[in-house]
């Protein structure tokens, strides 16, 4: 079992729909999570961070981070076509200095 | 700034040449990482340096080879290509532990290897 899993879509929306993307993972010890967006053909580069159980907004994006139950949610609302990229979670521990990251989300937001 | 910068971006290699993928980052970042990234596996950690001078594998190490001789340099070497090892290389870099946002990688824009 992967340590961190996640539903590689690809998921389709409609423009100004609300997107959920989901992973689970596995390792209690994990302590801060991100959620990476990467464009085609690009590097990832960081969306949002959290290092505590709750909601983080920043402005169309929410991160959930629920940790009784090891799950991470990125919830973007009002879907734009710009959005449309490889969402990737990921976590870790700052002991490690180390990443480990979910297989990726593939969305197409379509005007 | 460049940011982390990859070189070469494209290559094409044949089974059992050797090559090596620098990776240059300008922002003074004491760990550096490299990554493959293949189809529905999202991001592999191949090794990874928490400083100059030291190295550490990662979850994919084999085949593979690392140096970091300066600090803002950090090479991959294949000594042996593999039709395994064809994929998207990712180098990326972050502050030390301890320090604000140390938990931030920033990714170069990657090295699409083919190995034939």
């Known amino acids: 079992q992967k340590e961190v899993e996640q539903d590689p879509g690809p998921l389709s929306v409609p423009e100004g729909a609300i997107v959920s993307l989901n992973c689970t993972y596995s390792?209690?010890?994990?302590?801060?999570f991100m959620w990476y967006r990467q464009y085609s053909r690009k590097g990832p580069e960081l969306l949002m961070y959290?290092?505590?159980?709750g909601n983080k907004e920043d402005g169309r994006f929410t991160a959930q981070v629920d940790k009784s139950s090891k799950y991470i949610s990125l919830f973007i609302r009002d879907s734009q076509p710009s959005d449309s990229a490889t969402y990737l979670c990921?976590?870790?521990?700052?002991?490690?200095?180390?990443?480990?990251f979910g297989q990726g989300t593939t969305l197409q937001v379509k005007p | 700034n460049a940011g982390v910068t990859q070189t070469p971006k494209f290559r094409v290699l044949k089974t059992g040449q050797s090559m090596t993928l620098l990776c240059a980052q300008d922002?003074?970042?004491?760990?550096m990482y490299w990554y493959r990234q293949d189809p529905g596996m999202g991001l592999r950690l191949i090794h990874y340096?928490?400083?100059?001078?030291?190295?550490a594998k990662g979850e994919v190490p084999d085949g593979y080879n690392v140096s970091r001789l300066k600090k803002q340099n950090f090479l991959l070497g294949l000594e042996s290509a593999a039709p395994s090892q064809t994929s998207v290389y990712f180098c990326?870099?972050?502050?030390?532990?301890?320090?604000?946002?140390?938990?931030?990688?920033?990714f170069g824009p990657g090295t699409r290897l083919t190995v034939t």
């Open positions: 990326a870099s972050s502050y030390r532990r301890g320090t604000s946002r140390h938990y931030e990688q920033y």
């Open positions: 390792n209690s010890a994990f302590q801060y």
């Open positions: 959290t290092y505590s159980s």
């Open positions: 990921a976590t870790g521990t700052p002991s490690t200095g180390k990443l480990i």
């Open positions: 922002m003074n970042h004491e760990y």
């Open positions: 340096s928490v400083g100059e001078g030291t190295t």
